[in-house]
């Protein structure tokens, strides 16, 4: 009968703890002892945590639940692909000279790689591969930032962890080369992704990581990952993220940062598509004199649910971070950012900014933005700003009056709004791309 | 820092409460507890229609079952505190030698002379032109005057039981209407047991000639108070209120849920002023006044406009977000806010505006200072609804911050579902500033005369909205709560 079967029907999370424990021991093994503990301790959390619900505050404006319920697979087992060369090189970046590291459904494809040569002791590879070979780098970073115990998601992917991609940069080495990691989805089923990103800076140590993923297969997906990235005493570690997986992927990405003194870290998102997606972004600037600088842009259009929360923890004295998210929605789509910046007791002298602009083009268009300031020391200074609107009368007046149409004059407005977050990127390849991407968008001919 | 401001700043930490003493008058008191009984013993001691017994019952009913859901309370402001035992409060407590007074002069002799302590011009009101006062000691109004002067305009100005037996068909048609009993924990609360409070109604195209004002104070030992105001403006009307409060010190928490509703009608303006100088808890951090107060405004017809503004120094916590709804087309609602903490004071206040009309605007700006070990929060939402075309906002909110033990929070929450609305927030915070105290030391200034010019400055703009008796009180209140002990 129906009811039965409505009150039989398990939960995602029950799903998940069923698929756990069948695999535990087996597939979801692996020679690295740690990783196994952690498994362990993990599911346990995450057993106890559950998915956020509606009500979460955290997850107040993104119904996180209404994706999940999907019946995913999840490839526990890596599995034959049919992904070639061919399909990959749309997806690089033209006159891009890099690290290139394929990642198909989560699993790196090391045919399809081409990582070539790499200054002395630095490692670029699969993450499993990497759990493997370099045991003592992995073990003393992994979980050590991302919080498994109190994030469900974070709990979820450290108990599932398999494979990803793994960066070591060692001391006073500089990566000349980004690193582009390439994720392709290519599924028949709904698929459910766990990968995992550890990238290591050590001290003086310089690194560039572009991180971009698409589909090719038109399938639902849930990619829940994790990065954890760790700069070192004065390193610098430049991290690109480029979401564009196409209208039915749905992404939960947490990414904690840690920093030791005086390194220098910058972030940028870039999102353009998916069903949801969610970001949950954390610097811990631990040591004096940090840089952090967060960045990110989204083009929201079609039924586009975006939802960046970022913190900015300084738990050091003399730090400086900045964040500038621009946000563009069209159509029916919704974007909504959250940026905390925790200034903690004893914290002194730090300069944080933050701003988030918004920029509504359609009548069914929603923003929901909550900048939001703790702090507990006194020798500091902490601002935001917060702007939502439409485009400015006055500005395409001008610009009429100098002769150009509406539609360019909307563009060229639109394509300026865009290019304060391209600005900051540093690799001149992806910001031509990048450029050209938004200007497509909103061109005159589009 | 040195060392002179650290301990002026210290000092300002430590600073006593001014205004703390009990004044002895007997007073009739009830037994702590809540029960259906508790809601009908007060109904009955304020000699309540039928109707407003029923009203308060059907609230009762449904705060009971809230009472029993621990999930119910409110969580999520950025306090720490004790949850009140709601079992242990007192729900009425009334002066016994009379229950009402016709004129002055049957007041107690005590009674006035706790209201001259505090600095009240009750006696000097008759002179003093164009002040009313309906001074409320816990929960039934003592004295009113100008009354005559009021009726003659037209303008209701009376305590809400009195208005709810002369004036039932306004209060049943408005009470309720802006914050209903199911709105929120404590507006339940104060659904069933509102003691008194005030009762305004501007009729149509009246100006009220005069600025309104209540005085509240706790007085009696464990007693919450549950004041509840209704305030309505009517066409074209227009009304200024004002709101005071000092209370005695206490050893023990105490609850105050007041609830204050105010309705705007076409081209109507209401202006609300609060200065809230309660009990702020000891050194320790124990005692002091819960204040979780539930104010909303609705701008119901066109051109109308209510604005808040508030000084908040007192209470060792407060929970308060007077809020205004822009259902009228081009409504205007503002909010004014200077929140100052100190010792271990915990403040989570701001406002919400909703815009629902077309082109409605809504101004915030909120001010916040802490120091101590004390946390002021700033929380405010702006939201814009689908169909309210070209609404404006602006919201500032900055802070400072006058030790390295206090916390100074902003979380503004900002929802726009119109592509038309203009919204903007900018927040700052930051402690006074060196380069600042510098330029006053070279103008001959010492450390405290510069905190507290620097400070002054730093809250004049809001400062500046108070009705003019205000005005100086408050310039004079945040200079006495920054001088403390400073010799």
């Known amino acids: 009968m129906p009811q039965t079967l409505e009150k039989i029907e398990t939960t995602p999370e029950e799903r998940f703890l069923t698929a756990f424990h069948a695999a535990d021991g087996t597939t979801l093994n692996g020679s690295n002892s740690r990783l196994h503990t952690l498994r362990k301790e993990a599911i346990e959390r995450f057993e106890a945590l559950g998915f956020p619900q509606r009500k979460a505050e955290a997850y107040k404006y993104t119904n996180i639940q209404q994706v999940l319920k999907r019946n995913y697979t999840l490839q526990l087992a890596p599995r034959e692909t049919s992904v070639t060369a061919d399909d990959i090189a749309p997806f690089l970046v033209p006159d891009l000279d890099a690290h290139v590291l394929v990642l198909v459904n989560g699993r790196f494809n090391e045919a399809l790689s081409s990582i070539g040569e790499l200054p002395d002791g630095a490692i670029v590879t699969g993450f499993a591969d990497a759990a493997r070979t370099h045991p003592d780098l992995v073990d003393a970073h992994f979980g050590q930032y991302a919080d498994h115990e109190n994030d469900a998601f974070i709990a979820l992917n450290t108990a599932f962890t398999q494979d990803g991609a793994f960066v070591y940069v060692p001391k006073s080495t500089v990566l000349d080369k980004p690193v582009h990691i390439v994720s392709v989805v290519s599924a028949e089923d709904d698929l459910m992704l766990q990968p995992r990103y550890l990238f290591i800076a050590e001290e003086n140590a310089q690194a560039t990581i572009i991180q971009t993923g698409r589909a090719i297969t038109d399938t639902h997906t849930f990619t829940n990952a994790v990065v954890e990235s760790y700069a070192g005493r004065n390193a610098h570690l430049d991290h690109y993220e480029i979401q564009d997986e196409g209208p039915k992927s749905a992404i939960h990405l947490s990414t904690q940062g840690y920093q030791h003194e005086q390194s220098v870290v910058r972030t940028n998102a870039f999102t353009f598509s998916g069903e949801i997606v969610r970001n949950n972004l954390c610097m811990l600037p631990d040591g004096a004199h940090c840089e952090s600088h967060l960045y990110g842009l989204v083009l929201g259009r079609g039924d586009m649910h975006v939802d960046n929360h970022t913190v900015v923890d300084h738990a050091a004295p003399d730090c400086y971070s900045s964040e500038l998210y621009k946000h563009l929605v069209d159509d029916d789509a919704t974007a909504v950012f959250n940026g905390r910046v925790l200034v903690r007791q004893d914290s002194q002298r730090i300069n944080a900014y933050q701003s988030n602009d918004s920029l509504l083009l359609s009548e069914d268009a929603d923003i929901y933005s909550k900048p939001e300031l703790e702090i507990y020391a006194d020798d500091v200074e902490c601002s935001h700003g917060a702007t939502t609107g439409t485009l400015d009368k006055e500005a395409i007046f001008y610009l009429q009056s100098r002769g150009l149409s509406y539609a360019e004059a909307r563009a060229l407005l639109l394509v300026a709004f865009a290019r304060d977050v391209l600005d900051h990127v540093k690799v001149e390849p992806l910001e031509a791309l990048l450029d050209t991407y938004v200007t497509a968008r909103f061109g005159p001919q589009a | ?487």
């Open chain 2, 1 to 487: 820092m040195s060392t002179t401001q650290t301990e002026y700043l210290q000092d300002v930490a430590d600073a006593d409460y001014e205004h703390g003493w009990t004044t002895d008058i007997e007073a009739d008191t009830a037994d702590p507890g809540l029960t259906e009984d508790t809601v009908r013993m007060i109904s009955a001691k304020k000699e309540e229609p039928e109707w407003l017994l029923e009203w308060r019952l059907k609230a009762f009913r449904y705060f009971k079952k809230i009472m029993e859901d621990s999930s119910q309370y409110p969580e999520w402001a950025h306090l720490k505190y004790v949850q009140p035992n709601l079992q242990e409060i007192s729900y009425y407590s009334a002066p016994k030698r009379k229950a009402r007074y016709d004129s002055l002069d049957e007041v107690d002799d005590e009674l006035l002379e706790t209201f001259e302590r505090l600095g009240i011009p009750l006696q000097e009101q008759k002179q003093l032109a164009g002040v009313a006062v309906d001074a409320v000691m816990d929960s039934v109004s003592v004295a009113t005057t100008f009354k005559e002067e009021l009726k003659e305009a037209g303008v209701i100005f009376c305590s809400i039981s009195e208005a709810a037996r002369d004036y039932p068909e306004l209060v049943r048609k408005y009470m309720g209407s802006v914050i209903p009993y199911t709105d929120n924990y404590f507006a339940s609360l104060n659904s069933c047991v509102f003691s008194d409070g005030s009762f305004v109604y501007v009729p149509k195209g009246v100006r009220c000639p005069m600025e309104l004002s209540t005085y509240f104070r706790i007085n009696e030992q464990n007693t919450g108070q549950f004041e509840r105001t209704l305030i309505i403006a009517e066409d074209d009307a227009y009304v200024s209120y004002l709101e005071g409060c000092t209370a005695p010190q206490r050893d023990e928490s105490q609850l105050h849920a007041a609830v204050v509703e105010l309705v705007a009608h076409d081209n109507a303006e209401i202006k609300y002023s609060t200065i809230q100088n309660w009990y702020p808890g000891s050194k320790e951090g124990e005692g002091g006044i819960y204040n979780f107060v539930t104010k909303r405004g609705l701008c119901k017809g066109d051109d109308s406009k209510i604005s808040w503004t508030q000084l908040e120094t007192g209470s060792s916590i407060t929970w308060k977000y007077p809020s205004v709804i822009l259902k009228g087309d081009r409504s205007v609602g503002e909010f004014y806010s200077v929140a100052f903490t100190k010792g271990h004071q915990q403040a989570d206040t701001g406002t919400k505006m909703t815009h629902i009309g077309d082109d409605t605007k809504s101004t915030i700006i909120s001010k916040g200072i802490s120091g101590g070990r004390s946390n002021n929060s700033y929380r405010g939402l702006v939201r814009v609804n689908k169909n309210a075309k070209n609404a404006r906002n602006f919201s500032q909110c900055d802070s400072m911050l006058l030790g390295d033990r206090c916390g100074a929070h902003t979380f503004p929450y900002i929802e726009i579902d119109n592509p038309t609305a203009q919204v903007e927030h900018e927040a700052t915070t930051s402690k006074v500033g060196d380069d600042q105290l510098f330029y006053c030391h070279q103008r001959g200034l010492n450390e405290e005369e510069a905190i507290k010019m620097i400070v002054n400055g730093f809250c004049k703009e809001i400062l500046a909205k108070l009705p003019m008796e205000f005005a100086v009180e408050a310039r004079e209140l945040l200079a006495i709560e920054l001088e403390g002990s400073v010799g």
